[in-house]
């Protein structure tokens, strides 16, 4: 996969499974975010090919792929005024429609946030009084809201203390464990070794 010019990696072949996680490592700026996107279809391949339930991913069918994924980004900020007002927004999208997402459910929600060590009453609060690890924690239970089969997830650990990092890893482990594939990027060896596979980006002769 190339950028400006430049070879990111090469030579990269992994699968995932539902309720298996995927660990992406390797260098800052190697290609890590950009491998992801490709996931979505939103950045080209140089070379070689991306297959989603034995389909391959191209421009016709990455829209329909992209509606069995959630998303989050390292650097997030909930597009909405509170978290429960960007549930509502998301359940009303056309791709979340005649699925579990479009479903309210405020005790399973009640339930993520607690495994989060959210307050459930931080689901009305404000996005401008939440702090980063708040924030991305929120994103994270939103993605889980979306009962989603695949699960895309950029540095989980990046914005959180320790005790809420590894409140998320618990909390992606449980997600695998009901049959969600997970692709992570993350530089975090604890959580890695506690993956089903690690992929590390290089640049191969």
């Known amino acids: 996969m ?23 490592q390797g ?17 080209p391949l140089s070379e070689g090919f991306i297959n989603i339930d034995g389909e391959l991913l191209n421009p016709q069918s990455a829209q329909p792929f992209r509606r069995l994924m959630a998303y989050v980004p390292q650097h997030t900020q909930l597009p909405a005024p509170t978290m ?3 549930l509502g ?10 699925t579990r997402a479009a479903t309210p459910n405020p005790q399973r929600q009640e339930t993520l946030m607690q495994l989060m060590g959210l307050p459930p009453a931080l689901a009305d609060k404000p996005v401008a009084e939440l702090n980063a690890g708040q924030a991305y924690r929120m994103m994270v239970v939103v993605a889980a809201m979306m ?10 650990a990046a914005p ?19 049959g969600t594939a997970i692709v992570a990027v993350s530089q ?7 993956c089903n596979h690690t992929v590390v980006l290089s640049v191969q002769p």
Do not use: Y
Not at 160 to 178: G, I, K, P, T
């Open 2 to 24: 190339h950028a400006d010019g430049r070879l990111l990696f090469n030579n990269l072949n992994f699968s995932v499974s539902n309720g298996e996680i995927v660990c992406i």
């Open 27 to 43: 260098a800052h700026g190697g290609g890590k975010t950009m491998l992801l996107r490709a996931l979505m279809g939103l950045e």
């Open 84 to 86: 429960n007002l960007l």
């Open 89 to 98: 927004e998301l359940t009303a999208l056309r791709a979340n429609r005649d």
């Open 147 to 156: 009962n989603k089969q695949i699960l895309l997830i950029d540095e989980p």
């Open 160 to 178: 959180l203390d320790s005790a809420a990092a590894q409140r998320v890893d618990s909390f992606l482990h449980e997600m695998a464990s009901v």
């Open 188 to 194: 975090d060896q604890l959580f890695a070794d506690s």
